[in-house]
């Protein structure tokens, strides 16, 4: 067996609407080999991963997968199974999973659910390992890779405080882009995207958090706002430091100047050794230490949230509680196994660990690890209370004062935090803090939520939840509107037409085509752009009100969609193209696969589709949001049908287009007046413009901008580059077109057959990943159609032997009835253009169906300006 691909699909895709790992394998000569048939295989399969007996498969029931392996099942099915339960073992809960044939005899794409990419892809990898090392009779350590993974696992894991954030965003329908491997995420999109860094929001300026970090400019800044602060200065060496502490008077506190999460922090120091040790810890992490004094009472983390108290906890240094057996140590040690204490901040709690400050610690309080603290015994390890050195957590929210609730509400707001936490020490949370002699010690930026979400007693607060309705309150958009475009043929010009009416109504569009990535009027990125990434460029731009998605077959198919969910899905067609491809081998198979761009559509969305096309209407049954048909026949049954069901349809009746329900028709735009229909000519470019006067319907735009916009939309350079371009050469035109299938060919042949003055010459060719019978079909329909063709060639081969493409196309103009004095190959297409236009006549037309549009124009560019040079030589020889 063999990887051949493995692939993370991260959007919605054609599997699911969760993202999928896609691992295709060869299964080589074991592909129709049972697992029955394999010495031992079975029984060592459970053996090393004993969770697949809970497995229930299609039997429905605990066991079914195993009762499945001892029948006799294939290889394929196995590693789909083992991939879960790996990600099951490294504590990911991920159920769905498939196994598919691909292509050959041995071919298999194996699909899997996942939250951790890193572990799904190691999970697969590693199930692949486990049945080669099982098929050889071999045996594999597979705790030590687990450990591995989890590792490796762990780098790509959001922290708790941005793990919530995500999490309530998704329940709030607010779509979610982490930018980066860290922990910053893009909330919404576009204009109205909101980003945030754990609970650090964009809202906050640097200078803001700044001053939050460098704890004695906070001080200070408090301290002259008539906040309680305890007295402070900074110590730059161990000297400074204990003449602060006998000029503050003990007990002191000593800290780094700009730390966090309470690293460095000594607590309660009584004399000037302790305070020389303390700057020493200071030292491992700054040079310069606050010196403080000690404020007497418990320690509380109150969190404020623009102006209001979300949350309040207690915190707890981290500690062990004797029995009168085991040492300090050991008790760590028990602790730790806690199943809610994990690494970092992967669990509500964080492992306590051993540590230089602990051991100053013990040492100052006359312990020692081996020490064994008698039954009720509570031993402290850290002075400070932070969850991350070990400390735990309990919620005091309804208890505190409503005066410390206002010093902590100004205090970030003297700071400059919209998200604070404020460290307050008092003897009594309920009373006001001048009465107890309490103060607030620290504002921290980005504070941890992880204390206020799973507390280790008390009421858990969902402060992800006040948080992100701070960035999105009630009534403010938290998204654009998103058009997506798919398709076979049309897709480019539908999406520049939708992007016309958005413009017309007044949007900054963001526009990806085959074409390349516009922000407005600039292209930004040249080429085909129609995959999930150039989706991503056009919703992380924050200037962009509306966006506009081609979105073609390869990247449904192999990446997913590169957005959530869309205002509106258009299908425009589906015909014979690209099938035979990443396992799409019907109209069936194509259809399904496109059918994903209305299944994501919003609920109070629409989904656009063809009703004069069969293969569309196969798809109405997995649209969502409402469905809007368009049709060129105002009598087609299913727009008929859908009207009286109370459905919106976009027809034509008498040339002009209509909005119709079962309560009005709406007149929009007279088709010969679009000028991109040449007077309604390009039956193409007439149902493109239905598609995009129904998308336009279904975001709410008025009837006035659409007609204006098509009205002015031209096929031109400008407007639709490279779609039936027009182009006056001489005495004869030439027109470019990116026809690449047969359907698109018909189309554009049926245009010229209406505008057709004498010879129609053509320059074709097809893209050579496409089937045999297809390219044939094109130079039959060509052979019929064209009174000369010159037969090219794309220099992306796509698999194909060169002249292999050609020889095809050849072969149907032949069968067509084209007299073979008619046709010529001549592979390059800039060489086959420029022989056509030199045997262009007056009123000819020539018709080339490109591969590079640019290499085109400076042939026809070329040719125009040397027809000129002649004609201006005759005129002055004359």
Known sequence: MKVVNLRALRGRNVYSHNPVIKLTVDLEGLYDTPTSEIPMFNENLVAMIPGLKEHKCSEGYRGGFVARLKRGTY???????????????????????????????????????????????????????????????????????????????????????????????????????????????????????????????????????????????????????????????????????????????YPAVVKPFNGNQGKGVSLNLSCDEEVISAYEAVERYTTDALVESYIEGKHYRVLVVKDRVIAASERIPAHVV???????????????????????????????????????????????????????????????????????????????????????????????????????????????????????????????????????????????????????????????????????????????????????AGHYVGMTTTSGIYLGDECIIKGDTTGPNSAKTILMNKDVTAAVLETARGGIVNRGLGYDLADVGIITNITDDHLGLDGIETLEDLAHAKSLVVEAVKDTGYAVINADDEYCLSVRDRAYGNIILFSKDHKNNYVVKHIKEGGRVVYIKDQIIYLATDKEQIPVVNIENIPATLGGALVHNVENSLAAVAAAWGLGIDKDAINRALVSFKSDEKENPGRFNMYDVSDFRVIVDYGHNFDGYKKVIEGLQKIKINRIIGVIGVPGDRLDTSIHEVGILSGQSFDYVFIKEDRDLRGRDEGEVAKRLMEGCLKGGLDPNRMEIELIEEVALRKAMEMAKAGDIVIVFYEDREKIMEVIHEFSHQNERERHQQKIMI
């Open 322 to 504: 004797g029995n009168g057996r085991n040492t300090i140590k050991e008790l760590i040690e028990l602790e730790n196994k806690n199943p809610l204490r994990g690494e970092g901040h992967e669990k509500p709690l964080t492992k306590i660990k051993i540590d230089e400050v602990m051991m100053l610690l013990l040492r100052k309080n006359h312990h020692v690890l081996e020490d064994v603290p008698g039954e009720g015994q509570v031993v402290y390890l850290r002075e400070n209370d932070n969850l991350s050195t070990g400390g735990i957590a309990i919620d005091v929210t309804d208890q505190v004062h409503e005066d410390i609730k206002k010093m902590c509400i100004k205090a970030a707001s003297v700071i400059g935090l919209d998200v604070a936490g404020i460290d307050v020490t008092t003897t009594d949370i309920t009373s006001p803090l001048s009465a107890t002699g309490g103060a607030i010690i620290e504002v921290n930026a980005a504070p941890g939520i992880r204390m206020h979400h799973y507390p280790s007693s008390g009421t858990p607060r969902n402060v992800a939840k006040e948080i992100l309705s701070s960035l999105f309150p009630k009534g403010k958009a938290h998204s654009i509107p998103v058009v997506a475009v798919t398709g076979t043929n049309g897709k480019t010009t539908t999406t520049r037409l939708v992007s016309k009416i958005l413009k017309e």
């Open 75 to 249: 290889l394929a099915h196995v590693m789909e199974h083992t991939a879960l339960e790996i990600q099951n073992m490294l504590g990911y809960n991920i159920r769905y999973g498939k196994a598919r044939w691909d292509s050959g005899q041995s071919i298999y794409n194996i699909i899997y659910g996942y939250t951790n990419e890193v572990a799904a892809v190691e999970a697969g990898l590693m199930a692949f390992d486990v049945l080669n090392h099982l098929i050889r009779g071999e045996t594999m350590d597979i705790d030590e890779r687990l450990d591995m993974i989890r590792k490796k696992a762990a780098e790509l894991e959001l922290g708790p405080s941005t793990k919530a954030i995500e999490v309530e965003a998704k329940k709030a329908g607010i779509p979610v882009i982490r930018i980066g491997k860290d922990s910053i995420l893009q909330l919404g999109y576009g204009a109205n995207q909101r980003r945030i860094q754990a609970t650090l929001t964009d809202q906050a300026s640097c200078i803001a958090v700044d001053i939050s970090c460098d704890k004695w400019m906070t001080n200070e800044l408090l301290k002259q706002n008539g906040i309680p602060v305890p007295a402070g200065r900074i110590a730059r060496n161990k000297y400074e430091a204990v003449e602060m502490a006998n000029d503050i008077g």
